[in-house]
């Protein structure tokens, strides 16, 4: 086949052409995206009951709608959380359940159970996971100047009506979800001293504003030969025209606004949204799934300067732009290209003393990606930060093959050949063992598709992409490199003459030949050492801390508060302000959660009045580190009670792979009864774990309720009935919602107000007719009572439970694991089950040993195939162990942990050096075919292998030494990528140079001939 391509170099250019420019095609219309389209097998169900404590909404949503769902096929596990006002429960499927299927199921089960819900409860709201709903960056929309409440709701009306719709025209652009807005409400605040002199009570204003807001619909009439429709109408759209509704009372005629004050204002706010301490409506931007990412932000950002145009008091500001990842992997693939295109041209005129060979690397790189992205297109994938790294990671491949390649042909020519018959023979020669080794890289790749969860899902796009990338690199190395290697040298001459290469001066062939004699002289204790390394390689991984993911650089960090305390949203939110401005004006950005948010697609836990969550961006990470030690010592100062904790507002990534489990995780449930423990047996329990074990356990999350408890007797001893006392509490307390009425686009509640007095006051100074129409003092009918509660109530699939986080290490765990049951068990009527990431990290590394057992069996197969032997293939893969004994090396010298990227580091440099010495092996094998004596072909194996051996290794690592080096996001998040490569890689070099031969001398000493062992 290459003698016929290489005659034919016209039809070959023709053929490139064409498949490049059908890529380049191809890449302006790929879509462009941070993450793959996967489904997550993951809904979540959101629970509001407003008003409601935590444990009336476990008794009576929560724990119904958990039994019901866990009859859900293919249900793994449920957890739910309930909090007062709202619970959230969280299902995940088994992975590869169809989640479309699951989500009308879970609609189903929460239909079947909503007649056992409360009747006055809301639908709960039912969340599908989606790799593709992670908004991209959010646009924080606020008055440049402070305003009062009424600006507020004008602001939340435009963002709702026209700054989100006008957005969501975008074709790039599939959601807005917001946060901050304001809903308003007609308030009205009776004078009850002159409704007392009158004798109106409150129930009759709200019976004369329904009489007066009612809606009939509409009545379709005949008059002879004309039909019309008559609508009947409510007139009560404002203020204004409810206070001009008409009651009569003793033959008086009054109107509403004589009898108390109607005004028009905010409802009363759940959660508040603030940026840089000012109230703001956050708006969420989620992408087309199918869109571009670089068109998207062209597209909003430019509605965002004709909103700046057009609105100059409103300030629009980006925040969190999460496509930075996208950003980041899009330049390392460009500096992976433009390094190894420049390091390979260095290298390979360093070796061979030739400016023509160079540039057909340089060209094959380009070439290859064209082909790559004509893949995609076609198999339906798109450019994301998954598809990216395995692009990133094909490159150096790509340039290995080229190299290879190209050394051979010079290598035949050098030996004599005529240009057209060394191409040829140059090119058939390593056509086999290149497939072999794409195949071995491949399938080191493949099986982490296999990875259990949402892992294998994602990783299908990085192993697609490098295997495409081999294959494109293999294709363009045995077809276009040697045309046009022939092309260029066509009219050199028959022979190849002799190279002037720089590094003649260095002698590195003369220095191998030294040194591999006497290698082979110390054999027994050279094996030794190599296999030594084994272990070592082995004991310093299991030193190394694990991680998911390495830890980059920010300046920015997301602060979770909880005041500890039953605070009012007004309070949290002075709180949040005061913090804000003692941070000072090191401060670049902030935006404030309070309570809980608007976010449609919002899959965490809300958070209650007493919680906030602040997202802080300095201008470095020295400052921001300063700023924490701040807020922690304000903290302390003036509010002890309260915790703070910080963390780094995770990446695309972190939210997937999100494991928000600490290490150890006790869980403590009643041994026979299907309820929590008592708060004060679990708080004992805590102290008694601190005292013996020493355990730095965070006080548990509770808080101070006021209980009210009617007394039946005095009810009906004053005939007071219990409605009339709960709307006549519910008043005074501003929560007593008399009516909605139409205003033409939305309902608007009317409240009935009492005004803001202290508990005490308001109970000693309401009263409630009773059946007489007597006023009875509300103080006389109720015991008031402060008690304490779990602020949270946990359950999963076994019930209810108390958790208790531990920060600890594996080791350490197994040590605390049964004394914390024994302290546990000995308070009467407790069970206790452990959890945590400790367990998680467990079977992820335990179904990473499956992945790289199977990886290493499929790796031998291949290399038997390959050698047509059974032994042959032991020598190259008890390679693989030994270079991860460099890596892990380089990584512990380098202070890094062992983490995902890590790992791919290590097996791409397994892949790398696994193809130096297939085809060190296969040249030994094919000069033994020959007749070379077995030690001949070793040496002379080894002497032909050894410059693309050395010219691989060095651009390998010379590419990855800028990432160590750098300190922006894509070298931080490659750094242990490359110190796993580089290590890797420079104790593969040795292993291949000489650990290859002397284990196949070792393995075929039986058929060694004596004489010398080396023949020049």
């Avoid at 990783?459 to 992409?465: E, I, K, P, V």
């Avoid at 720089?502 to 002698?507: A, E, I, T, V, W």
């Avoid at 914390?820 to 990431?837: D, K, P, T």
Wanted: some cysteine; overall charge neutral.
């Amino acid at each position: 086949m290459v003698s016929f391509l290489i005659h034919r170099p016209v039809a070959v250019l023709m053929s490139t052409l064409a498949v490049c420019i059908l890529g380049a095609v191809v890449a302006l219309v790929l879509p462009v995206s941070l993450m793959p389209e996967v489904d997550i097998p993951e809904i979540s169900v959101h629970l509001r009951y407003p008003n409601s404590p935590a444990r009336e909404i476990e008794q009576l949503a929560t724990t119904p709608l958990r039994r019901e769902l866990l009859q859900l096929a293919h249900l793994d596990q449920i957890e739910s959380e309930s909090r007062d006002g709202h619970a959230l429960i969280r299902l995940k499927f088994d992975f590869g359940t169809h989640i479309d299927y699951a989500f009308l199921e879970v609609n189903e089960q929460i239909d079947a159970a909503m007649g056992r819900l409360p009747r006055d409860m809301p639908r709960p709201h039912i969340i599908k996971a989606s790799a593709t709903d992670l908004p991209v960056f959010y646009l924080n929309v606020s008055f440049r100047h402070p305003v009062d409440e009424s600006k507020l709701l004008e602001l939340s009306e435009f963002a709702d009506a026209l700054l989100r719709k006008r957005i969501e025209q975008l074709e790039s652009v599939a959601m807005v979800d917001m946060t901050g807005l304001y809903a308003p409400e007609i308030r009205i605040l009776p004078n009850m001293e002159l409704m007392k002199s009158l004798g109106i009570s409150q129930e009759r204003l709200q019976q004369v504003l329904r009489q007066n807001n009612l809606n009939l619909g509409n009545l379709r009439i005949r008059e002879g030969q004309y039909e019309y429709h008559i609508r009947f109408a409510s007139f009560l759209r404002s203020p204004k025209d409810i206070g001009q509704v008409y009651l009569q009372h003793q033959g008086r005629l009054l109107q509403l606004k004589d009898l108390a004050t109607i005004s028009y204002g905010a409802r009363q706010q759940q959660g508040l949204y603030l940026a840089d301490g000012r109230p703001a409506i956050g708006m969420a931007i989620i992408k087309q799934a199918d869109a571009r990412m670089q068109d998207m932000k062209q597209d909003v950002e430019e509605v965002v300067r004709t909103f700046e145009q057009d609105y100059p008091d409103l300030l629009f500001t980006p925040s969190q732009d999460q496509s930075q990842l996208l950003d980041a992997a899009l330049k390392n693939l460009g500096q992976a290209l433009l390094l190894g295109g420049l390091l390979a041209f260095v290298v390979m005129f360093f070796f061979l003393g030739d400016f023509r060979s160079p540039w057909l690397v340089g060209l094959s790189i380009p070439v290859s990606l064209l082909v790559c992205l004509l893949c995609f297109w076609l198999l339906g994938i798109s450019v994301n930060v998954i598809s990216l790294s395995g692009l990133i990671l094909g490159v150096g491949l790509m340039i290995d093959n080229s190299i290879i390649v190209i050394d051979n042909i010079v290598q035949h020519r050098q030996r004599g050949l005529d240009l057209s018959p060394a191409c040829t023979a140059g090119t058939n020669e390593v056509i086999r063992p290149l497939i072999s080794s794409a195949l071995t890289t491949s399938a080191v790749f493949l099986p982490l598709v296999f990875l259990s969860g949402i892992s294998g899902a994602l990783f299908f796009d990085q192993a697609m992409a490098i295997t495409i990338g081999l294959g494109a690199s293999l294709l363009v190395s045995v077809s276009l490199l040697p045309t046009l290697y022939r092309l260029l040298y066509v009219r050199q001459g028959k022979k190849a003459g002799p190279t002037s290469s720089p590094l003649r001066l260095l002698s590195y062939e003369r220095l191998y030949e030294r040194s591999i004699r006497w290698v082979f002289q110390h054999r027994g204790l050279i094996l030794a050492a190599f296999l030594l390394l084994m272990p070592l390689g082995a004991g310093l991984l299991y030193l190394l801390p694990l991680q998911r993911f390495p830890h980059i650089g920010h300046p920015d960090r997301i602060l979770h508060i909880h005041w500890n305390e039953p605070l009012h949203l007004d309070e949290n939110r002075s709180r949040v302000q005061a913090l804000l401005t003692h941070l000072g004006a090191g401060l670049r950005q902030s935006n404030s959660r309070i309570g809980a948010q608007q976010f449609v697609l919002n899959k965490a836990h809300e958070l209650s009045t007493a919680e906030a969550q602040i997202y802080l961006l300095a201008e470095s990470e020295t400052a921001l580190m300063s700023m924490l030690d701040t807020a922690q010592s304000w903290q302390q100062q003036h509010y002890p009670r309260a915790r703070f904790r910080a963390e780094v507002p995770p990446n695309l990534f972190e939210q997937l792979f999100a494991n928000e489990l600490p290490p150890l995780v006790a869980e403590i449930s009643m041994l026979e009864e299907n309820r929590l423990p008592e708060l004060a047996q679990i708080q004992a329990v805590i102290a008694r774990l601190r005292q013996v074990l020493g355990l730095p356990l965070a006080p548990l999350p509770s808080r101070e309720y006021l209980s009210v408890q009617l007394l039946p007797e005095r009810l009906a001893q004053y005939e007071v009935e219990h409605e009339q006392l709960f709307q006549r509490l519910k008043a005074a307390f501003n929560a007593w919602k008399m009516e909605e009425i139409n205003s033409g686009y939305q309902l608007i509640p009317v409240v009935m107000q009492g005004g803001q007095q202290q508990v005490e006051a308001v109970i000693a100074r309401t009263t409630v007719p009773n059946v007489r129409g007597e006023a009875i003092p509300v103080s006389a009918l109720i015991r008031l009572r402060y008690k304490e509660d779990y602020q949270q109530l946990q359950a999963g699939k076994t019930g209810p439970y108390v958790p208790l986080a531990v920060d600890t290490d594996p080791q350490q765990a197994q040590w605390l694991m049964p004394r914390m049951r024994e302290l546990i068990q000995a308070e009467s009527g407790l069970s206790v089950h452990f959890s945590g990431s400790i367990f998680a990290n467990r079977r992820l590394l335990l179904e990473l040993g499956v992945v790289m057992g199977l990886a290493l069996l499929l790796l031998y197969f291949i290399l038997a195939a390959q050698f047509e032997s059974l032994l042959q293939p032991l020598v190259v893969l008890l390679e693989v162990p030994m270079d991860l004994g460099g890596a892990a090396l380089l990584l512990w010298l380098g202070g890094s942990s062992l983490n995902l990227m890590a790992m791919i580091g290590m097996v791409v440099m397994s892949g790398i050096i696994i193809n130096d010495s297939i085809l060190k092996i296969d040249t030994i094998n094919r000069l033994r075919r020959e007749g070379r004596p077995l030690m001949q072909a070793i040496h002379l194996g080894g002497q032909r292998r050894l410059k693309p051996i050395i010219m691989t290794s060095l651009t390998t690592i010379l590419a990855a030494l800028p990432l160590l080096f750098g300190h922006d996001l894509g070298s931080s998040l490659q750094r242990p990528l490359a110190l796993a490569l580089i290590g890797g890689m420079l104790l593969g070099t040795l292993v291949s140079v000489y650990f290859i031969p002397l284990a196949y001398a070792f393995l075929y000493r039986k058929q060694q001939t004596g004489g010398r062992q080396f023949v020049a």
